[in-house]
């Protein structure tokens, strides 16, 4: 269920239903600086993501997309409007996997964060290399592995955190192009081998429709939402698909 106690994180209760895994209601969110300045990043932005649904976010750089997703983990308080959402691990766009551990204890150090001893945690982990494309590596230092195999240790070590709702912040964007359409291919696998409520933010807008099922569109600073669009294709999709290209240029369209 969608936790209701909001004192915490937003300024007005919300109820909510329980098919919906993130719910921002009219949300407003300033940045101030050391020096009294202060900036606007997301202004009257509502936003609603269905139990089970992979949620895309696009938008300019500097929109807010970043602040989204923290508000949504909790990272992040609102100035105004109300946030719910189920527990939500973040996921950034760096990988931020430690050298002085293997893939596989990189990978199960969102199980041990839980109390789990290594051994524990190491055989909870392992079954997964398999399933996510990374069977052999379990041994492997981060600098033997190429980008797109950290950022697969970096998704696992996400879904063994165990909550419900995934919010991925550019996973890909640091990707070259060829790597990038390879992990794109494999995210929606493994998100269907491994369903969660999932909030993505791209700036890649064929990403988003690849990907989502539903994409909302934000404004440049500070962020609204300006369009929401429906991907009601059916998977798996192509760059080369009508629909999606269809549906590609009408989020650019809103972006413009």
Known sequence: ???????HRASVPLE???GESVVLERVRRVHRDRRGGSVVALDELSLRAPRGSVLAVVGPSGCGKTTLLELVCGL???DAGAVAADPAVLMPQRDLLLPWLDALDNAALAV?????RRPEARRQAAPLFAEL???GFE?????ELSGGMRQRVAFLRTLLSGKP???LDEPFGALDAITREEMQSWLAGALLREPRSVVLVTHDVEEAVLLADRVAVLSARPGRVVAELTVDLPRPRSRLDAGVLELAER???ALR
């Open 112 to 116: 041990r964060v839980s109390g789990r």
């Open 165 to 167: 709702l995934l919010c």
């Open 133 to 135: 494309g990374l069977d």
């Open 251 to 253: 989020a650019r369209e």
């Open 76 to 78: 992040q308080q609102p």
């Open 139 to 143: 041994h492997a230092q981060p600098g």
């Open 16 to 18: 909510t239903g329980s």
């Open 1 to 7: 269920m969608i936790s209701t106690d909001l004192e």
